[in-house]
């Protein structure tokens, strides 16, 4: 059974940057397409991007420019990088296959854009 785990969130000001990992265990992530995803409050759960199997990447609009998503070099690893940071951008952070994020949810890592 895959096991997900993410971690390396915090509290940032606005501009600043975060880099976020997600580690997989029970499972080899690299052979799925795999999705970094948020959730703020009050609002339902959201792709913010997206990374498949060749090394294509999504993102959404909202994160253009700003986030990178990639895979380590271990293989069992995916990053989140987020650079210029908004205080909208502040929600709990998860990882799941994409675009069906059909493994149970991680506890997520909570990010706070704030000054």
């Known amino acids: 059974q895959v096991q997900l785990v993410e971690s390396g969130g915090g509290l940032v000001q606005p501009g600043g940057s975060l880099r976020l990992s997600c580690a997989a265990s029970?499972?080899?992530?690299?052979?799925?397409?795999m999705g970094w995803y948020r959730q703020a409050p009050g609002n339902k759960r959201e792709l913010v991007a997206a990374i498949i199997s060749g090394g294509s990447t999504t993102y959404a609009d909202s994160v253009k420019g700003r986030f990178t998503i990639s895979r380590g070099n271990a293989e069992n690893t995916v990053y989140l990088h987020m650079n210029s940071l908004k205080p909208e951008d502040t929600a709990v952070y998860y990882c799941n296959r994409y675009p069906s994020p059909s493994v149970s949810w991680g506890q997520g890592t909570q990010v706070t854009v704030s000054s």
């Open positions: 029970g499972s080899i992530i690299y052979i799925y397409d």
